[in-house]
């Protein structure tokens, strides 16, 4: 095949959809394979873990390191067995023909095998004024949009691991960080209450949801409700910043692959989908866990089953 041809597909052993820990560790392992994967990153580039400013619980960092360092360092060991990463996004697929179809904006891929490794997305709140002031004072990036909320009072709604990790962040700028939750309690871990309880910059406002986002050019208060006695307040801030979980980003897939009532990909204890020859790892199948190590975990596995699944493919004896 001429792959100067752009009508035609270009032939691959294996790709690779998504550019988090997941896949960027199944292009290490498919790569010392020599299946010369090619990674179609998305428009996230190394993932959700990239704007994470420090991550601490990936081993061999005892000191911790950032999300867009860790994810460099994972690119390039698998750039150096030769793996290609394709600044690109995937536009559909077609998983009901083999050589599997991928279409990007710049190419057409024809793969044998194909490891989707999409990750998930911020979830929304759904209220009136988040649409509208997101870039102008609504965030789901401390890390991105953090300094732009110097010497501010800046909110930040949810309770888990990612919300008191995001808040925390913020005191590097912020006057004041209001954590928001919609319990009595933090869902967090035990280290990061303990550094969230004694910030003093960290103030807290239990049993209560945003119902509003309001503003001119940017934000300058939001509605408050107490989900026990149903009172509302009008609460003044410069900024909402929202961590209240994900969506998995499976859009492009569910209506070829099996997936779980929340969205997820549903996989078998070797990475497989519904469809054989097509694997999945990382956040987009993976509703419990969603660690940085684990789905570099499954992304290992992924790439092992799917060296399998060639070699059984290319030599059925």
């Not at 960027?24 to 498919?30: F, G, H, R, V």
């Not at 309690?185 to 960290?202: C, H, S, T, W």
């Not at 026990?228 to 929202?242: A, S």
Request: aromatic fraction near 8%; include cysteine.
């Amino acid at each position: 095949m001429n792959k100067e041809d752009k009508n035609q597909p270009e032939s691959r052993e294996v790709v690779i959809i998504g550019s988090g820990p997941a896949g960027l560790s199944a292009a290490l392992y498919t790569a010392r394979a020599d299946l010369e994967p090619v990674v179609l990153t998305g428009m996230t580039l190394h993932g959700q873990a990239s704007v994470t400013d420090i991550i601490e619980n990936y081993p061999g960092f005892p000191e911790g390191i950032g999300g867009s360092e860790l994810g460099q360092l994972f690119q390039s060991q698998a750039e150096r067995f030769g793996a290609e990463i394709v600044m690109d996004q995937v536009t559909s697929v077609d998983l009901t023909q083999k050589p599997f179809q991928i279409i990007t904006y710049g190419k057409q891929y024809a793969a044998n095998s194909v490891i989707i490794s999409t990750g998930a997305a911020h979830k929304k709140l759904g209220i009136p004024g988040e649409k509208e002031f997101t870039g102008r004072g609504v965030s789901y990036c401390a890390t991105c949009d953090g300094w732009f909320f110097k010497d501010k009072d800046v909110v930040v709604v949810g309770g888990g691991n990612s919300a008191l990790e995001e808040g925390l962040f913020l005191t590097r700028f912020a006057n004041t960080v209001t954590i928001i939750h919609r319990r009595d309690e933090l869902r967090a871990g035990v280290i990061l209450q303990n550094r969230a309880f004694d910030n003093p910059k960290m103030r807290f406002i239990w049993d209560t949801v945003v119902t509003e986002i309001s503003g001119q050019d940017a934000i300058n208060e939001i509605t408050l409700k107490n989900v026990k006695t149903g009172e509302e307040i009008i609460h003044q801030t410069d900024g909402v910043f929202i961590f209240i979980g994900h969506t998995p980003n499976s859009q492009l897939f569910s209506s070829q692959l099996e997936v779980d009532k929340q969205g997820y990909l549903e996989i078998n204890k070797y990475m497989g989908t519904s469809i054989p020859g097509v694997f999945a790892a990382g956040e987009v199948a993976d509703p419990n866990f969603r660690q940085v190590i684990t789905s570099a975990g499954m992304g290992a596995a992924a790439a092992i089953e799917a060296v399998r699944y060639l070699e059984a493919l290319h030599d059925p004896e």
